[in-house]
């Protein structure tokens, strides 16, 4: 093997215009083939195997429910329920207007079915004490429903003070109802009236549930030919949500979140600095190599070596993959960080034997002869380390495994053929001083005088790393890798702390109605669970009795609700009608607890009594904008009739029901699955009742331990590749045995280092760790060759001055991932940083001390 290394660096230096000409030619001919047919896949889902049979039931479901796939979920937000869905109607209409930027767009639980049938959807107990409580407020309602006004509303006052004075009136219950009309009498009298939301008042426990947010699901027209394929529609979306009139005023606002703009974000933050910082990162490599190797005869020739190995690898990824995943996407800059090593140790060894030998061809040769096997055994360690990734069902890892791994045997071939062709042609000059470090002659003496201590301290800091190995956390969460800064990451951010818009339930297919019914109450028993969707809710048990209860509150307010038209209203109006129930709460004031909410309605009506005629109008405008619709809406509701398989709307039971029956559960958890022991226990517990469910909940476990078998299969692969490859070349089980302990003791570092930095592991850095035993064995090899070969001073070696500067320069690349704006990307770099440093602290420090220790007793 020596002598090929040494015979390919000779011919390539005699036939350097030849082999400088190939690889031009090459390159050119790939990077052509790379930009025709090389692409991007921003899809998260195709980062692991189809095949995987979690996979197979998210791909089942994704087919009988394409309606939830692909979709941009506008969130719409008011002060007032009613004024959030006014604008997300209008939102609606003019994005299903846009034909060229959206396909389709709906509004969940809107339309005549929620409006006239609504009620029935409520659990029997629920829409009892609604029920009562309209009852209850049967003289209020009824003076509204003839005076839809803001008189109408003080008449109402009026009585409810009356019958405080004859005792005849609780006011407790109205605590909440009776506040909100003093907060918005006190901002009318101020001269800032507010909508007042009647929804609220007359079903606050069903307006509560839903809360002051809409949505409205679209579809959007995707762009496959672009990098950000929702980009346009998103753009359209936003300049829509800006012309709205309510958006202007400030009194809605529209955010976005869904799978395609945190598709497209993420990839939009991945992108974002990773061509400045691979410029960054070869600005500064070419600042490690001018203090490596003091000269541009050297430096550009190993700059050029390495373009041209990344220009192989991107060829290569566009021959054997075609596309690249958001992982993958990060093997140029992985591969600068690593290959420059190869050609950083031949340039400096170079440098070494030019000190001994004048002639430059023969100082390429010997070069070739001290270095062409480390640097061959460091390549194909570091490939290993890449590779045992490729056989796994994490296919986002696997390709960029194979990228990466077949890139580290391009960057061999090129550190041995074309930096000797272009080195021949620069020929650098002779070296007049040894080539090392001063301050590593010192290191030297230091572990040799004090190895066994030293040796001490790391068996401490090894205990320690193995007890980190089993506390290190995985966060499963695939939120946690995206910038949490962009829009739609903000906008999911807002919705996680209510049950019902948690990202994270579980989807589960029942056989039959029955079935499904007898799910939901197994799933409502588990403590994780807060919520049970199903079809089956859409056609409730019970109607007859509801349908009873309902149908006896309608006659009961029957009168109460007849539409007729209200007196003219006029601003003198208005000013006796408040001041009639002022004078009726200031003489029940001492009947009131001090902070009864009535008192502060009282003195907010004393000041309307004075207020301008605008401002009368304006509070009365403000106070019944949404009445007159709730009572319309409110006897829509008492109107209900029975639901039945077959008069239900198509979209529910698109979204609810298969056509052979089945019949589509979606299981809620409580606020705790938002952390990742919550998630896992949630799907525990779901699994225990039903084995087999799908959902952003189950999708998110499961990629959680396919990820963690493909590294305990990679990294088993791996360490046992690189074992047999150190035993075939060294030829010796304890030189073979010294690297092997040396790389257990950088991954034991590099677990303590990530838990005392408060790093978790997640999908896009568990690639670290496999990789550390490439990079590990590429340092360890060199000084285990060295020092088998005779050298007994490692630090202070021409070798040692070699790792460092290719530690500098991978740290560099390591460095521009830790600052990507993505975070799975970015704590890649962290961990990757933090098993550099761990093998560096092995190989300078531990592995001389050990390696002197051993001289000692031999």
């Known amino acids: 093997m020596r002598r090929l290394i040494m015979t390919m660096v000779a011919r390539s230096r005699r036939n350097a215009m030849a082999v400088i000409v190939a690889y031009l030619v090459a390159i050119g001919l790939g990077l052509a083939y790379a930009a025709a047919h090389l692409g991007i896949d921003t899809n998260t ?95 209020f309602l009824g003076q509204l429903s003839a005076d839809p006004s803001a008189a109408g509303l003080f008449k109402a006052l009026d009585l409810m003070a009356v019958g405080v004075g004859a005792g005849q009136a609780n006011l407790t219950p109205y605590t909440d109802q009776l506040k909100s009309f003093e907060a918005a009498l006190d901002a009318a009298a101020a001269g800032h009236p507010r909508p007042l939301s009647w929804q609220s008042l007359i079903t606050p426990g069903v307006t509560k549930e839903q809360g002051d947010v809409r949505f409205v699901l679209i579809h959007p027209v995707l762009d496959h030919g672009s990098l950000e394929p929702g980009g346009a529609a998103t753009a359209a979306l936003r300049r829509i949500a800006a012309s709205l009139p309510e958006v202007k005023s400030g009194d809605a606002s529209v955010s976005y979140t869904g799978q395609i703009p945190l598709s497209d974000e993420q990839f939009a933050s991945l992108k974002q600095g990773m061509v400045l910082g691979l410029v960054v990162s070869v600005v500064l490599i070419t600042l490690w190599l001018l203090l490596a190797v003091r000269s541009w005869r050297m430096i550009l020739p190993i700059l050029a070596t390495l373009l041209a190995g990344l220009a192989l690898t991107i060829s290569f990824a566009g021959i054997a993959i075609g596309t690249l995943n958001l992982i993958s996407v990060a093997f140029a800059i992985l591969f600068v960080g690593l290959a420059v090593d190869f050609a950083i140790q031949f340039c400096v060894r170079m440098r070494d034997v030019r000190r001994r030998i004048d002639d430059p061809a023969l100082a390429l040769i010997g070069a070739a002869a001290e270095a062409g096997m480390q640097i061959a055994l460091a390549s194909i360690a570091t490939a290993c380390g890449f590779l045992a990734f490729v056989p796994t069902s994490f296919v986002g890892v696997a390709e960029l495994g194979l990228i990466a791994g077949i890139g580290m045997i391009i960057a061999f071939f090129c550190t041995v053929t074309f930096l000797p062709a272009l080195l021949a042609l620069t020929w650098p000059r002779g070296e007049p001083e040894r080539i090392g470090f001063p301050l590593g002659d010192w290191g030297d003496a230091a572990l040799k005088r004090h190895g066994r201590p030293v040796l001490a301290l790391f068996a401490i800091l090894a205990l320690a790393g193995i007890v980190s190995v089993g506390t290190l956390r995985f966060d499963a969460n695939p939120l946690d890798t995206q910038n949490p800064n962009t829009e739609a990451m903000r906008t999911l951010k807002t919705l996680l702390g209510k049950s019902v818009t948690n990202p994270f339930y579980v989807d589960v297919l029942a056989k039959d109605l029955p079935a499904a019914r007898n799910l939901a109450a197994r799933f409502g028993k588990l403590p994780e669970v807060s919520q049970v969707i199903s079809g089956a809710t859409f056609i409730p048990e019970h109607q007859e009795a509801k349908l009873g209860m309902i149908q006896q509150t309608q006659q009961i307010l029957a009168p109460s609700l007849l539409d007729e038209p209200p007196p003219a209203l006029t601003p003198a109006r208005l000013r006796t009608a408040a001041a009639k129930a002022a004078a009726e709460i200031a003489k029940v004031t001492d009947k009131l607890p001090k902070e009864s909410p009535l008192l502060g309605i009282g003195q907010a009506l004393g000041k309307l009594q004075s207020a301008p005629d605008a401002v009368l109008m304006a509070m009365n405008a403000a106070l019944t904008k949404y009445l007159p619709g709730e009572l319309a809406r409110l006897n829509d509701a008492l109107s209900a009739q029975r639901i039945t398989a077959g008069n239900l709307p198509q979209d529910v039971k698109r979204d609810w029901f298969l056509p052979d029956g089945q019949v589509r559960l979606q299981v809620i958890p409580t606020a705790a699955a938002q952390t990742s022991p919550g998630l896992w226990k949630f799907v525990d517990a779901v699994h225990r009742v039903v084995p087999v469910v799908t959902g952003p909940a189950a999708t998110t476990v499961a990629t959680a331990k396919t990820i963690l078998g493909a590294f305990r299969e990679a990294a088993s692969l791996a360490a046992v590749a690189i074992a047999i490859i150190l035993m075939i070349v060294l030829r010796s089980a304890r030189d073979s045995a010294l690297v092997v302990i040396t790389l257990a003791l950088s991954a034991f570092l590099t677990a303590l280092f990530a838990q005392l930095a408060g790093l978790s592991l997640n999908y896009a850095n568990i690639i670290a760790l496999p990789l550390l035993l490439g990079v590990g064995v590429s340092f360890n090899v060199y000084f285990v060759m060295n020092w088998r070969d005779g ?51 092995a190989t300078f420090v531990f592995l001389p001390a050990l390696l002197y220790s051993l001289s000692r007793r031999e």
């Open 791 to 841: 050298m007994k001073h490692l630090l202070g070696s021409a070798t040692a001055r070699a790792v460092l500067f290719s530690a500098l320069t991978t740290g560099t690349a390591f460095g521009s991932l830790a600052a990507s704006h993505d975070r799975g990307t970015a704590s890649m770099g962290d961990v990757l940083l933090l098993s550099l440093a761990a093998v560096l602290i």
């Open 45 to 139: 889902d195709h980062l692991f195997a189809s095949s995987l049979p979690w996979r197979q039931e998210q791909i089942k479901f994704d087919k009988a429910f394409p309606q939830f796939g692909n979709l941009i979920v506008a969130v719409v937000r008011d002060r007032t329920p009613e004024g959030a869905a006014a604008t997300a109607k209008v939102l609606a209409e003019r994005v299903a207007a846009d034909k060229v930027h959206f396909k389709d767009v709906k509004r969940p639980g809107t339309g005549r079915f929620y409006r006239r049938d609504g009620l029935l959807l409520l659990p029997q107990a629920q829409l009892a004490g609604l029920l009562n409580a309209i009852v209850s407020a049967q003289p």
